[in-house]
C-alpha cells in the first residue's frame, strides 16, 4: 500500500542544518509529485517545495527560499528536504505528502500523508 515515512527531525541550534528524508513505498516517484510541508503549533499547515519530473521543483514559501531544497533518489524512492541557516520561526512538525503528477502549493491536492517528524530551532 501507499506509504510516505519522514524521519531525520529533531533539535538544532539557530543557523544549523538538518536533512529531512521522506521514504515512498507502494509506488514510483516518476508518476507523482511529492511535498514538503510544515505545521507550528496554532497555525495552518504550510506548502514548502515540491518536486515531480513532470514540473520540477516549486516553491510555495517565501520564508524558506534559498535556505531549503529538495530533491530525491530515484534509486531509494527518496525525497529530500536540506535545510540550511534554521531560525526559531521554522519550528514545526514536517510533513511529506503525493499527489498525482503535478506540484501543488494546496494541502487539499495531496491526499497520502506521512506521520510528520518535528524539527526544533532552539539555542
Known amino acids: 500500500q501507499v506509504q510516505l515515512v519522514e524521519s531525520g527531525g529533531g533539535l538544532v541550534q539557530p543557523g544549523g542544518s538538518l536533512r529531512l528524508s521522506c521514504a515512498a513505498s507502494?509506488?514510483?516517484?516518476?508518476?507523482?509529485?511529492i511535498g514538503w510541508f510544515r505545521q507550528a503549533p496554532g497555525k495552518e499547515r504550510e506548502a514548502l517545495l515540491c518536486i515531480s519530473i513532470y514540473d520540477g521543483n516549486k516553491n510555495y514559501a517565501d520564508s524558506v527560499k534559498d535556505r531549503f531544497t529538495i530533491s530525491r533518489d530515484k534509486g531509494n524512492n527518496t525525497v529530500y528536504l536540506q535545510m540550511n541557516n534554521l531560525k526559531p520561526e521554522d519550528t514545526a512538525v514536517y510533513y511529506c505528502?503525493?499527489?498525482?503528477?503535478?506540484?501543488?502549493?494546496?494541502?487539499?491536492?495531496?491526499?497520502?500523508w506521512g506521520q510528520g517528524t518535528q524539527v526544533t530551532v532552539s539555542s
Open positions: 507502494g509506488f514510483s516517484l516518476d508518476d507523482n509529485a
Open positions: 505528502a503525493r499527489t498525482y503528477y503535478y506540484c501543488s502549493g494546496y494541502v487539499q491536492r495531496f491526499e497520502y
